[in-house]
T-cell receptor, first 110, second 113 residues
Framework: NAGVTQTPKFRILKIGQSMTLQCTQD?????MYWYRQDPGMGLKLIYY???????DKGEVPNGYNVSRSTTEDFPLRLELAAPSQTSVYFC?????????FGSGTRLTVV | AQTVTQSQPEMSVQEAETVTLSCTYD???????LFWYKQPPSRQMILVIR??????QNATENRFSVNFQKAAKSFSLKISDSQLGDAAMYFC??????????FGQGTRLTINP
């Protein structure tokens, strides 16, 4: 049981490039989330999903897209990367109560 | 606004002593969950303790306990017998619809040997 697995752990992007952050969970959780954490701040919700085929926006969705084709996977797509997207990204999942988190991806846009 | 506020950006405590981290929140719901998460330098988010709002008894997990004041919308974390390994960022959070978490800004806890 690996829990929530995120890849990559670190990435440097140039302005305007695109990339996909991968997230997979093996706990058969219905709810999955993407949060971002800016330096010295708490986590803010980007997108979430309540089940396969269903996604919705969180507090800070601009510049991102998601899909949920399976229960296990919830990738986050960054299109046209901007310096404001420099952050640490966390994927999380749960069925009820507190979410279990992945180890995070540190993304730098230069 | 459904906010969570941590008013102490930084706290420090001597090893083996007790420290309390503060948290207040805003909600219009009567039943909800509250959590404290620990984030060490490894950046992993680790659940420390949870409190269900309908339970009057304060939650306790070993050296960690909460003081939950529902009417005041206050949810503080007490760490007893502080250890060097307790040094971390601590985040207070509550659940909104669809199990989404709303986080406070965090408190950086330093343990002095």
């Amino acid at each position: 049981n690996a829990g929530v697995t995120q890849t990559p752990k670190f990435r440097i992007l140039k302005i305007g490039q695109s990339m996909t952050l991968q997230c997979t969970q093996d706990m058969n959780h219905n709810y999955m989330y993407w949060y971002r954490q800016d330096p010295g701040m708490g986590l803010k919700l980007i997108y979430y999903s309540v089940g396969a085929g269903i996604t919705d926006k969180g507090e800070v969705p601009n510049g991102y897209n998601v899909s949920r084709s399976t229960t296990e996977d919830f990738p986050l797509r960054l299109e046209l990367a901007a310096p404001s997207q420099t952050s640490v990204y966390f994927c999380a999942s749960t069925n009820e109560g507190p979410s279990q988190f992945g180890s995070g991806t540190r993304l730098t846009v230069v | 606004a459904q906010t969570v506020t941590q008013s102490q950006p930084e706290m420090s405590v001597q090893e083996a002593e007790t420290v309390t981290l503060s948290c207040t929140y805003d909600t219009s719901e009567s039943d909800y969950y509250l959590f404290w998460y620990k984030q060490p330098p490894s950046r992993q988010m680790i659940l420390v303790i949870r409190q269900e709002a309908y339970k009057q008894q304060n939650a306790t997990e070993n050296r960690f306990s909460v003081n939950f004041q529902k009417a005041a919308k206050s949810f503080s974390l007490k760490i007893s017998d502080s250890q060097l390994g307790d040094a971390a960022m601590y985040f207070c959070a509550r659940i909104r619809g669809a199990q989404k978490l709303v986080f406070g800004q965090g408190t950086r806890l330093t343990i002095n040997p």
